[in-house]
């Protein structure tokens, strides 16, 4: 079972709850700070709608058979607010972000940039991280003194692990979800190297291998 973080993320001038679980977002905890200062939305109109139940359709078609129920509604996901002795806890309302994503722009049109400046960020970010651990990994294993084949090897198996195929220019059409894992993967093949748990270029193809038959991340 993954351990779950719910993530503070900004998203202009709101902040906006992600669980690293499942990657969803809290829909009620940006309604909340919208609605103290705006014409008031509500969550269950936007569900309502034919083209909303349209589109969670298409999100659950699409996601991968290990994720899907007969008995929950996988793309969102509520969890009701209940009384404490400190008081009644708030309702949480988790979407999945494709759904998030088409809810923030419901609220106000106006999101529709910010939304978007906020899925461009991330991608920029792991594609930036996922520069920098490659050039980490390179480095590390320098110490094998590799030949230039040997190099392109290690770049072609680690396509192969995330993207199922080797092509050029295969990492500049990388979703975000896909340039995050390249990354964790090179920072934690660079690290195994650093510390002496792989210590020559055989046993790096042997890890790289086992990555991409058993997956490992």
Do not use: C
Not at 65 to 77: P, Y
């Amino acid at each position: 079972m993954k351990t779950n973080v719910n993530m503070i993320r900004r998203m202009g001038q709101y902040e906006i709850l992600q669980r690293t679980s499942d990657g969803y977002f809290d829909a009620n905890a940006l309604l909340v700070q919208w609605n103290r200062n705006n014409e008031r939305r509500r969550i269950d109109r936007f569900l309502e709608f034919d083209k909303t139940k349209d589109f969670i359709g298409e999100i659950e078609k699409n996601m991968p058979e290990g994720l899907k129920s007969h008995t929950e509604n996988q793309a969102v996901k509520i969890k009701k607010g209940r009384k404490t002795k400190l008081g009644q806890t708030k309702s949480e309302v988790w979407m999945h972000p494709y759904l998030f994503i088409d809810f923030a722009m419901w609220i106000n049109p106006r999101f529709k940039y910010q939304v978007i400046k906020f899925v461009y960020d991330q991608l920029i970010k792991y594609r930036h991280e996922a520069g920098d651990n490659y050039r980490s990994l390179t480095a590390a294993i320098q110490r094998f003194e590799p030949t230039f084949k040997e190099y392109s090897q290690v770049a072609k198996a680690l396509n192969y692990i995330v993207f199922d195929r080797h092509e050029k220019n295969v990492r500049q059409i990388a979703s975000a979800k896909q340039l995050e894992r390249l990354s964790n993967l090179e920072a934690k093949l660079a690290f195994a190297v650093d510390m002496g748990y792989i210590n020559n270029y055989q046993e790096l193809l042997s890890e790289l291998r086992r990555f991409y038959l058993f997956g490992n991340l």
